[in-house]
């Protein structure tokens, strides 16, 4: 595994920002019962590819399904949240639950944090449900067959390299400068602009 370095103040910061996701009161009430997703490999028959997820954090209770996403961002709130454009991430994660469990996606509840320094307790919840999901499920999966004969077409031409969603994950296909996190992505974000 490659080894990142962080600088002690970095590790100090991002020991702050558990800190506050740890006695945010709704936060705690939302991961009480979560667990970490486990990868996830499933075969979609109706787009005859292999695809994989990895949750940050799912429940699946009497209550229903839940999926929970955390989110980083120096950018300002509620803009970034507004602008967030997470259709095909939600779309994704709804079908592969779908999968593994064999029930419908309830809610997908995305947890944004502020990166900015001394701004750690600077944290909302975004629930996306009801039409909202749906609407995600169903723009994700028109994209989908959009590119799927490429990778069936890449398939067939490179016999000796499998592509799959694994390699060609969907929600990278269409980037915005808004959802690159800088406390992940400095250098990638100084790039673009």
Request: net charge negative; hydrophobic share 35%.
């Amino acid at each position: 595994f490659p080894v990142t370095i962080i600088s002690t103040e970095e590790n100090a910061h991002a020991v702050r920002m558990v800190e506050a996701l740890m006695k945010h009161e709704l936060v705690q009430n939302l991961l009480k019962y979560a667990k970490t997703g486990a990868p996830f490999f499933w075969h979609d028959p109706d787009w005859n590819i292999d695809c994989k997820m990895k949750t940050d954090a799912e429940t699946n209770s009497e209550e229903g399904l839940y999926c929970i996403d955390l989110k980083t961002t120096s950018k300002d709130f509620p803009e970034y949240i507004d602008k967030g454009n997470y259709k095909y991430e939600t779309g994704m994660y709804s079908r592969g639950l779908k999968f593994k469990y064999g029930k419908p996606l309830q809610k997908f509840i995305y947890i944004f944090q502020s990166t900015k320094e001394d701004d750690e307790d600077n944290i909302r919840i975004k629930v996306v449900e009801g039409a909202q999901l749906e609407a995600c499920e169903i723009e994700t999966d028109r994209v989908v067959r959009e590119i799927v004969p490429y990778i069936h077409k890449t398939l067939a031409t490179t016999a000796q390299d499998k592509v799959t969603l694994d390699n060609i994950w969907l929600p990278t296909l269409t980037p915005e400068r808004f959802e690159i996190s800088p406390w992940y992505d400095r250098k990638l974000a100084e790039k673009i602009g």
